[in-house]
């Protein structure tokens, strides 16, 4: 399966996900494709949708203390629902689908989250620091949400113009 990131402002990104139903050799196919996509691109969350897929599918691989990214850290979570929050927190967050912009996000600091596996088992999981963050801005993508939809007027404002400057740039290098 040959994947690509989807960037802003592409309107799939507003799409929400759908539940996954079946648990079987498709499922298994995009779990495996997603992750070389991500660690590719030096990423340590993605979300079905950032790949054109519209499923309730997510991926995490949060980086140990010395920066290093090892598989065996991997999380896979499909449908996975916030069932408790608590706290804030402020991280300056990045996203594979909108390169190079980077902006402080207010998340709740400590997050339960019912999901299921690839094999369909219910898992639970409490999380705080920095994957606390990143289920949060995943889950999002699931609802059709970018961390650039939480920033205020004038910070958006920014970085539309920011943006754009990059894109025509791109485009006429
Ligand atoms: C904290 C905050 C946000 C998340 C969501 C997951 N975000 C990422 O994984 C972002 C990765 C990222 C990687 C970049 O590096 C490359 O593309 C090589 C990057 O740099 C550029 O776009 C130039 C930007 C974002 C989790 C936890
Ligand atoms: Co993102």
Redesign the pocket.
Known sequence: MNLSIVEYPDKRLKEKSLKVESFDKNLHEILDAMYPV?TA??????AAIQVGIAQQILI?N?PLEDGEQVSDNLIEMVNPVITHKSGETV?Q????SV????ED?TRFETVYVNYQDRDGNTKTIEADG?LS??IQ??IDHLLGIL?IDKLSYARRKKFEKEYKKMLKEKKSS
């Not at 390169?99 to 980077?102: D, E, H, W």
Request: proline share 4%; glycine share 12%.
């Open positions: 991500m691109s030096n990423g340590i969350g993605l995490l949060i991280y967050e990045g996203c594979l390169p190079s912009f980077y996000v920095l963050i990143a801005h995943e961390f």
